[in-house]
């Protein structure tokens, strides 16, 4: 399996972006797929994940309503749109996937589980 992220790039406080993640190597629509951060001399946190199920995500607080998590399976794509950025979302955005096939996650579940396949990351810098 090989993820790949892009759109990363520099924007200012209030702009926005969106990040692709492209993916190969198995069935896209059949995993759960997340998006993980790391901020500069910080750990790596969850940001959003999105299930196999339709109508079916989850995002973490500090990114509702601004960020949106969505996939498109016939283009092995996972997207995470990304608007009113602010400062402290500059980070390393990596792309993860799921291993287990037709996994039943909620809410939380999709933060607590383990990803097992990660790409190697887009920067991303919020700045004025």
């Known amino acids: 399996v090989q993820l790949v992220e892009s759109g990363g790039g520099l924007v200012q406080p209030g702009g926005s972006l969106r990040l692709s993640c492209a993916a190969s190597g198995r069935t896209f629509s059949n995993y759960v797929m997340g998006w993980f951060r790391q901020p500069p001399g910080k750990e790596r946190e969850f940001v959003a994940a999105?299930?196999?199920?339709?109508?079916?995500?989850y995002s973490a607080d500090s990114v509702k309503g601004r960020f949106i998590i969505s996939r498109d399976n016939a283009k092995n794509t996972l997207y995470l749109q990304m608007n009113s950025l602010k400062p402290e979302d500059t980070a390393v955005y990596y792309c993860?996937?799921?291993?287990?096939?037709?996994?039943?996650?909620?809410?939380?579940?999709?933060?607590?589980?383990?990803?097992?396949?990660w790409g190697p990351g887009t920067q991303v810098t919020v700045s004025s």
């Open positions: 993860a996937a799921d291993k287990v096939r037709y996994r039943v996650v909620a809410g939380p579940e999709f933060k607590l589980m383990e990803y097992e396949y």
């Open positions: 999105i299930s196999w199920r339709p109508g079916n995500s």
